[in-house]
């Protein structure tokens, strides 16, 4: 196991609002679930994160530098087989990439430049195939700013056995850019849900006197279903606040064909409570 700590080792890092300790208390707890829970089950495991970063954070409220979810992932106890990272700025990658070699040199691991919806057979190329006799479970991370993850890159790399978990920007930017996104000039949302109809049943949805992010979230889930994964409700979605003005931002939202993985995931939110960072 590679103990990690953040440190200022004077590469990139990016700062990060309070309420970003509590998803990385979610993601790494739920990556030492998954590997450790997996590795009799599966001979290969696989970890993707598609919006990597460079791999440490500082808080900017209190300076407090902290590990970011690409080198939790690194850092489980059950290691990962293989590593893709994917980073659409070149010296937040060269960052991680420095971090990765330090950290871990013997880590397998490759690292996609550019926006991981046009890098999504760059990074389908990387997983590996199964071996005979022997499975390959991927691990997918998705932890973008906004909705800018394409429902189209997550449905091709769906192909494979793999489980998600989404950030979903379903407050800090779908709801704060509702009126944008309403216009017929924006594929935003198109793109995101991959439905060209949404539009028809949000008006539906919205006579009905559902909320914006939650119409967003069913939609999703309803999509999931499609590639066969377990529908996930709102409520399990778990929610994560800004520290600032106690408003929500995101949901973390778990997508799995297999219920096992919804049992780490329970774990995962027994340990949290709604707001608070906790301790694993
Ligand atoms: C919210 S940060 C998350 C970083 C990291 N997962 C963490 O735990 O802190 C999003 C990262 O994705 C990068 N990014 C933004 N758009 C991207 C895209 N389309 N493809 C890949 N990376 C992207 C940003 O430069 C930023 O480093």
Not at 88 to 109: F, G, H, M, T, Y
Request: proline share 6%; glycine share 4%; aromatic share 12%.
């Amino acid at each position: 196991m590679v103990e990690i700590i953040a440190e200022d080792d004077g590469l990139p890092y990016s700062d990060v609002g309070a309420w970003a300790e509590d998803k990385y208390a979610l993601v790494g707890l739920y990556d030492r679930l998954f590997s450790t829970g997996m590795k009799n089950k599966w001979p290969t495991r696989v970890y993707i994160d598609l919006y990597s970063g460079p791999g440490f954070v500082r808080v900017r409220s209190t300076g407090r530098m902290m590990v970011s979810s690409p080198l939790l992932a690194l850092g489980v106890p059950n290691p990962f087989d293989k590593f893709i990272f994917c980073e659409s700025q070149p010296a937040l990658l060269e960052a991680l990439r420095a971090r990765v070699n330090r950290l871990s040199p013997k880590a397998d691991a490759s690292f996609v430049l550019g926006d991981c919806n046009e890098k999504v057979e760059e990074i389908c190329a990387q997983i590996p195939s199964p071996s005979t006799g022997g499975g390959v479970l991927t691990f997918c991370f998705v932890d973008p700013y906004d909705i800018s993850i394409r429902f189209s890159t997550v449905k091709r790399l769906s192909a494979y056995h793999i489980d998600f978990l989404c950030l979903l920007a379903l407050h800090q930017d779908a709801n704060r850019n509702i009126k944008r996104y309403l216009s017929p000039r924006s594929s935003k949302v198109e793109k995101f849900l991959g439905l060209p109809g949404w539009r028809q049943s949000w008006r539906a949805a919205e006579n009905q006197r559902i909320s914006f992010p939650r119409f967003l979230a069913e939609e999703y889930s309803r999509e999931m279903e499609k590639l066969e994964y377990l529908p996930v409700s709102w409520d399990r979605m778990r929610q994560v606040r800004s520290d600032e003005r106690n408003l929500p931002l995101y949901r973390l939202a778990l997508f799995s064909r297999h219920q096992r993985a919804y049992q780490f995931w329970d774990e995962v939110l027994h340990y949290s409570s709604d707001q608070r960072t906790f301790e694993f």
